[in-house]
């Protein structure tokens, strides 16, 4: 079974601009999660979605919004970036069903360095 | 405030010997955890699990410990081999959390060097 997949894998944007990164989950997940990491905070939640619907929001500003798609395929974007954006952004897809078993399979992560 | 905290940032083991990365956690509602080795420039890769159910769970070389009234978790890793060398993070989980998300909240991770 493919694992989860992240597109872009690097990406070098300059202030003020915005970023669309994509993630595809592995087949058969339908619960999608985004997480930000750095080397002050680690990592930190920014949102999950659920059949199309966030379920879930970190606390982070409005600039960072994401969708999921029919196919459980999901996208985050970031508007008007900010030099503190630049981080390694993390996709981690699940069944989404809850329960003791439910895990979180991460992808090898999108590197995101703002000029 | 932090939830989940891994007070070692780095620790050194010599092949063969046994690792111990240790967790605590403040959120008493937490009732699942999880183990996730990384490598640099690679995402998460899990590794064990366990539920606030018991208190121990065992997968080959890695074992995880869970007190629940120490709020303490641990992740024992024996014989520890070089390519083990990567940093390790502990997350948890609520098993109900708003409309039903499962929101992994993590440690900032414990860097371990096996040495040969």
């Known amino acids: 079974k493919a694992g989860v997949t992240q597109t872009p894998r690097y990406l070098i944007k300059t202030r003020g601009q915005q970023v669309t990164l994509s993630c595809s989950p592995i087949s058969g997940h339908r619960s999608v999660s985004w997480y930000q990491q750095t080397p002050g905070q680690g990592l930190q939640f920014l949102f999950e979605y659920f059949s199309e619907t966030q379920r879930n929001k970190g606390n982070f500003p409005g600039r960072f919004s994401g969708r999921q798609f029919s196919n459980s395929r999901s996208e985050m974007n970031v508007s008007t970036l900010e030099l503190g954006d630049s981080a390694l952004y993390l996709c981690a897809s699940s069944l989404g069903i809850g329960g003791a078993g439910e895990t979180q399979y991460f992808g090898p992560g999108t590197r995101l360095l703002v000029l | 405030d932090q939830q989940v905290k891994q007070n070692s940032p780095s620790l050194s083991v010599q092949e063969g010997r046994i690792s111990i990365l240790n967790c605590d956690y403040t959120n008493s509602m937490f009732d699942y955890f999880l183990w996730y080795k990384k490598y640099p420039a690679e995402g998460p890769t899990f590794l064990i699990s366990?539920?606030?159910?018991?208190d121990k769970n065992e997968d080959g070389r890695f074992t995880v410990f869970l007190n629940k009234s120490a709020k303490h978790l641990s992740l024992h890793i024996v014989p520890s081999q070089p390519g083990d060398s990567a940093v390790y993070f502990c997350?948890?989980?609520?098993?109900?959390?708003?409309?039903?998300?499962?929101?992994?909240?993590f440690g900032k991770g414990t860097k371990l060097s096996v040495i040969p």
């Open positions: 997350a948890a989980r609520q098993a109900y959390s708003g409309a039903g998300s499962y929101q992994l909240t």
């Open positions: 366990i539920s606030s159910i018991k």
